[in-house]
């Protein structure tokens, strides 16, 4: 079974511009959720989704949305680009129907704002 | 809101020799707990899980971890370890109430020496 896949890997923006990843579940997977990781900051959650529709969100400014597709693939956006949003963002998917469900984590995009 | 501590940043260990890694929570009722290993540039693997019953677990890897409910810990352990197991580990909390979200610890980062 394929793991989750996210593109692209590596990217690299200038301030005030806007990016968009992607990720692709495991296939019978309908949950995605997306973290962003700093050295500073650590793990933290951004949002989660389930069948097209956000379920939970963390504190991260407007700046930062995402959806998620009739095919469960989902995006996130950032719009207008700080340099404080570099990071390596990872997606990570689950069956979603119970909260014990494992999380299984891509191996993330990394982020440099210029 | 739950919480989740690593007191240790970084444990560096001799290869063959055994491994323990705090983690202490913060939450209320039972949590889900879980432990990832994440590899430089690479995401996260669940090593693994724990949510009732049995209080020590078996996870992938010759890893097991324990639930102290009374000292609110879910340490994981490895009898001895292989240069292979040098990466960065983390202890997560979820809870029955929040959709795919995972609070994070800050992470220990681990050294194999020869």
């Known amino acids: 079974k394929a793991g989750v896949t996210q593109t692209p890997r590596y990217l690299i923006k200038t301030r005030g511009q806007q990016v968009t990843l992607s990720c692709s579940p495991i296939s019978g997977h309908r949950s995605v959720s997306w973290y962003q990781q700093t050295p500073g900051q650590g793990l933290q959650f951004l949002f989660e989704y389930f069948s097209e529709t956000q379920r939970n969100k963390g504190n991260f400014p407007g700046r930062f949305s995402g959806r998620q597709f009739s095919n469960s693939r989902s995006e996130m956006n950032v719009s207008t680009l700080e340099l404080g949003d570099s990071a390596l963002y990872l997606c990570?998917?689950?069956?979603?129907?119970?909260?014990?469900?494992?999380?299984?984590f891509g191996p993330g995009t990394r982020l440099t704002v210029l | 809101a739950q919480s989740v501590t690593q007191p240790d940043i970084h444990i560096t260990v001799s290869e063959g020799a055994s491994l323990e890694l705090r983690c202490n929570y913060s939450?209320?009722?039972?949590?889900?707990l879980f432990w990832y290993v994440q590899s430089p540039g690479q995401g996260l693997q669940l090593l693994l899980k724990?949510?009732?019953?049995?209080?020590l677990v078996q996870g992938i890897k010759g890893f097991e971890a324990e639930f102290k409910r009374s000292q609110s810990s879910f340490n994981l352990r490895k009898p001895s370890v292989h240069w292979s197991d040098a990466a960065e580990y983390f202890c997560a909390v979820g809870a029955p109430d929040s959709w795919g979200k995972f609070q994070f610890g800050a992470g220990t980062q681990v050294v194999v020496t020869p």
């Open positions: 990570a998917s689950s069956l979603g129907t119970t909260f014990t469900d494992t999380q299984y």
């Open positions: 724990y949510f009732s019953g049995d209080t």
């Open positions: 939450y209320g009722a039972t949590p889900y």
